[in-house]
């Protein structure tokens, strides 16, 4: 976003006067800025019309008093494009552009798109093909459809690429507090990372909620989303859709273990951008950071008034990562004497019937549970009662604000969770936003979201400590071509990785190699059309003498003719065999048109796709990256010297690896994909077993 365009973005989100150009759908989002309480100057433009919304129209934009700060634009996609030049002519702020019709509709859409962006100049223009923007802070709406939505003077900016998402997320019943809803549509002047960029820095904004479909620029949605990381405003992410990846690379395992999603997920990492996968779970998220704000740690405080809920707590919280601290003898006998005879003193706290609703008993039990817990957090189950069920009401909430009070004693972070979504009705979500309390709506949700927020924190830490390396896009070649694997560790060895020893040979020249070598020794058969040597049976292993080499050849020959004539060589890799390691990897980088270069790491060797134990990272990535992502995988318990086995140099093999993505960076214009797979781990080092290099042609 340019300068000028943030200005214009200012006057667009806060006009002092909005012209709505259109018929029924301008005259609906005249009611919509009504309903949201715009005090300024409403100018309707229609040259058929008379009247819009009960206001008197003008015929055309250049009989408006003056530019508008903010227009709503609702005409066919033609003239919108004659409209959206001559707007930008007399210094208008911005446009809402709820026309469609232009890429999204295919053949001369594209066109029409692009001479809308030359249009516009330097407008804010929001879409086209989108359903607009509603500002809850200052009382501003361009939307064409009836919306809800409150703000206490705080809350969420939500953009979404999907109208209708955003029009539903206006009417959820969750009590989800609002400060922007913005219906980025086809983004063809401003993005979603502009968005971003700006409302990260609103101190009314408490939390940023991304619905994305596509991002247009990877690399500034890095620069963006780490702003606003390290300016205190968390990022909640909703990923939907695929994008189709270069399908000349799909012939390896890195290609098929490390798709969009897992690109999606290393991004949004290395962004300390908060993940979620279902529309609920957005919302309940959302709600937890601005309501709340993320906790220190995962340590949480529970209390339920039923068994039941104390063990759905438990339970759900064990997968997650989120832990509950147990009580010290003192601290047990202080609590015993607080509760009833029939409670047992645990956390999470079932403080029993006997003393519900009656908060001089259970204001104490809350406050000294909460502050000798020494918890990060405190949620508190209830499910309210149903309409014209009332009579239980008034113990509800008492029970809830002497929670309330003492979560405000200890100074953490409190929700109260419904154990059924719908349990928790308006009045008693308004009452706990007023004192600060989540209402949360399902007790996955809940555990979920506090979960994150925590994780979130330390991501925070994690980044704010970190130099940036930004993000380098990289284009993906038309043609490219798969090295043997001689050449290939040629390769590696440039790039610091050890290697078995070895010889590159004729058949011929095998057996009498492989003496000279040592045995025992493993024989491969170099082709470019050998990407799984395994499945054709061009590698033998553990050879123990020039007898057995000089009958694998042939046995080679005859099984690769089988699988694929056109593969077959007289070109023999014999390498003495490697140590046992301490466990084997997969390691693979290539390229991808958005994101650019990414390094997937993972249990590695014959059953690498059978596991799926992986975890990608955006390049480039630094040692203490990629040593978190190693440390995520199921592989570092081996790692970690699993059974008496030696323990594994984190440091050393996560240097290692940066170094190897730092080489395959330097070559990008080379390289187009590298895989080494097994990479055998020893306790102070690396040998490639493996490898295979596509490069640019």
């Known amino acids: 976003m340019t300068p000028k365009q943030r200005e214009n973005f200012e006057r667009l989100m806060r006009p002092r006067h909005i012209a709505f150009v259109g018929g029924a759908d301008a005259a609906v989002a005249i009611g919509e800025a009504r309903r949201r309480g715009f005090a300024g100057s409403i100018w309707p433009v229609n040259p058929r019309r008379e009247t819009l919304a009960g206001l008197p129209c003008v015929a055309s934009l250049d009989d408006l008093p003056e530019a508008p700060d903010a227009v709503f634009l609702a ?17 208008a702020g911005g446009v809402a552009c709820y026309t469609a019709g232009f890429r999204e509709a295919g053949g001369e859409g594209a066109a029409l798109e692009d001479a809308l962006r030359t249009a516009a ?37 939500v953009i979404t690429q999907s109208g209708m998402f955003s029009s539903d997320i206006t009417m959820s019943q969750r009590a989800l507090p609002l400060t922007h809803m913005i219906s980025a549509g086809n983004q063809t002047v401003l993005a979603l990372e502009d968005f971003l960029e700006v409302l990260s820095g609103n101190p009314a ?22 702003a606003a990381i390290r300016g205190g405003t968390p990022v909640v992410a909703l990923k939907t859709g695929r994008s189709q990846i270069g399908a000349s690379l799909t012939q390896s395992h890195t290609g098929s273990l490390s798709g969009t999603k897992e690109l999606y997920d290393a991004l949004f990492d290395r962004c300390g951008v908060i993940s979620v996968s279902s529309p609920s779970q957005f919302i309940e998220t959302l709600k937890y950071l601005c309501v709340a704000g993320p906790p220190k ?17 438990a339970d759900h919280s064990e997968t997650i990562g989120l832990s509950y601290p147990a009580f010290g003898a003192e601290d047990r006998t202080l609590l015993q004497g607080l509760l009833p005879d029939i409670a047992t003193v645990s956390n999470p706290l079932d403080y029993t019937t006997p003393i519900w609703g009656q908060p001089e008993h259970t204001r104490p039990v809350f406050t000294e549970a909460v502050a ?67 209402p949360m709506q399902g007790i996955h949700e809940a555990l979920n979201a506090v979960a994150q927020a925590a994780r979130w924190a330390e991501a925070r830490a994690r980044i704010e400590a970190r130099t940036p390396r930004p993000l380098l896009n990289a284009t993906l070649p038309d043609r490219i071509e798969m090295i043997h694997e001689a050449n290939s560790k040629a390769m590696l060895r440039e790039a610091g990785i050890s290697l078995p020893e070895g010889l590159l040979v004729s058949g011929a020249e095998a057996a009498q190699s492989a003496t000279t070598l040592g045995f025992p020794v493993a024989l491969k058969m170099m082709s470019s ?43 023999f890799l014999i390498e003495r065999m490697a140590a046992p390691p301490v466990a084997e990897m997969i390691v693979g980088i290539r390229r991808d048109p958005q994101f650019g270069m990414s390094m997937m790491v993972g249990s590695g060797g014959i059953l ?23 440390e995520g995988l199921r592989l570092a318990k081996l790692l970690g010297g699993f059974r008496g086995k030696p323990k594994v140099d984190l440091d050393a093999l996560a240097a290692r690896l940066a170094a190897l993505g730092d080489f395959a960076l330097a070559r990008a214009d080379r390289i187009a994909e590298i895989e080494i797979n097994p990479l055998f781990v020893y306790a ?7 490898a295979l290099i596509s490069v640019v042609k």
């Open 608 to 630: 690498v796709e059978l596991l799926k134990d992986t975890a990608t990272l955006v390049l480039p990535a630094s040692a203490e990256d990629i040593r978190h992502a190693v």
């Open 684 to 690: 102070t080092g690396v040998t490639a077993v493996d």
């Open 75 to 91: 005409i066919p996609s033609r003239p919108a494009v004659d409209a959206i030049g001559k707007l930008a002519a007399m210094g």
């Open 205 to 226: 904004v408490r939390a940023i909620g991304l619905h994305i479909e596509g991002l247009r620029d990877v690399a500034k949605f890095e620069r963006a989303a780490v």
């Open 297 to 313: 740690g995962t340590k949480v405080m529970g209390f339920t008034c039923s068994g039941g809920g104390a063990t759905m707590l």
């Open 372 to 438: 000798r817990s020494g918890a990060d957090v405190a949620i508190l189950v209830q499910d309210y009662p149903a309409l014209g069920l009332d009579e239980t009401r008034p113990a509800y909430l008492a029970d809830a604000m002497a929670f309330a009070d003492a979560a405000e004693a200890a100074d953490v972070p409190a929700a109260i969770c419904s154990t059924i979504h719908e349990n928790m009705d308006a009045e008693t979500r308004k009452a706990l936003i007023a004192r600060g309390i989540a």
């Open 529 to 571: 059309r050998l990407a799984h040597k395994t499945e054709a049976g061009a590698v033998k292993l553990d050879l123990s003498s020039a007898a057995e080499v000089a009958r694998a050849v042939e046995d080679m020959r005859a099984e690769v003719t089988r699988h694929d004539p056109s593969a077959l060589s007289d070109l």
């Open 121 to 157: 100049r330097e407008m804010a223009l929001i879409g086209p093909n989108c359903y607009g923007m509603i500002n809850y802070l200052d009382g501003v709406a361009l939307w064409p459809f009836a919306h809800g939505g409150e703000c206490p003077g705080y809350g969420a900016a």
